[in-house]
């Protein structure tokens, strides 16, 4: 196999990955080298890591205990004794969504809170049954407020994470 350059003196197996390397008009190419799933992981990492401190929401990994069925080990006993199977997900009573995992429970907020809206005119209320804000005037719950901004909802990478 013949390596040509193309990225800042970088050498490339491949026409794709000279090309991808111009399409993105990057000097650093090296991520361009990795193995392809690395690379998945590597980029879905960074967004995460870029958005997740934009976010105000909350995550949780609660450690192991086995749900235990016919004496066999099926899953993970959470928090009000109830047996979830490995890999499952739910949504709590408190709107937080949960995944069992041989290494826990992850548990994350599930809903955006508003935090840009004019509090002296208006309130933010919650409805645990669509667990959502909305943001209405004080004096007249009928009409809606503006919201410029929401933080919250969490998005985890379980499967990649805690397995």
């Known amino acids: 196999m013949q390596l040509q350059s193309n990225c800042n003196g970088m050498l490339f197996p491949d026409k794709e990955h000279r090309a991808l390397a111009q399409r993105l008009q990057r000097t650093d190419c090296v991520n361009l080298l990795r193995p ?11 967004a995460l890591a870029v958005v997740m401190p934009l976010s105000d ?29 490995f890999h499952s997900s ?11 995992y041989r290494t826990g429970i992850s548990c994350c907020t599930s809903y955006m809170t508003p935090v840009n809206y004019d509090k002296e005119k208006c ?3 919650f409805n645990k049954e669509t667990c959502s804000y909305k943001v209405v005037e004080k ?6 407020c503006p919201v410029h901004s929401w933080v919250g909802a ?10």
């Not at 739910?90 to 069992?100: F, I, L, Q, V």
């Not at 004096?139 to 809606?144: G, L, P, Q, R, V």
């Open 90 to 100: 739910w949504r709590t009573d408190d709107c937080n969504d949960c995944s069992c």
């Open 36 to 46: 392809r799933n690395s690379s998945t992981i590597l980029a879905c990492l960074l």
């Open 154 to 163: 969490a998005v985890l990478l379980h499967s990649q994470r805690f397995q």
């Open 57 to 85: 929401a909350s995550c949780t990994l609660m450690p192991f205990k086995p749900g235990m069925s016919n004496g066999v080990v099926v899953g993970c006993l959470d928090e009000e004794g109830k047996v979830h199977e």
């Open 123 to 125: 309130e933010s209320i």
């Open 139 to 144: 004096d007249d719950h009928s009409k809606e």
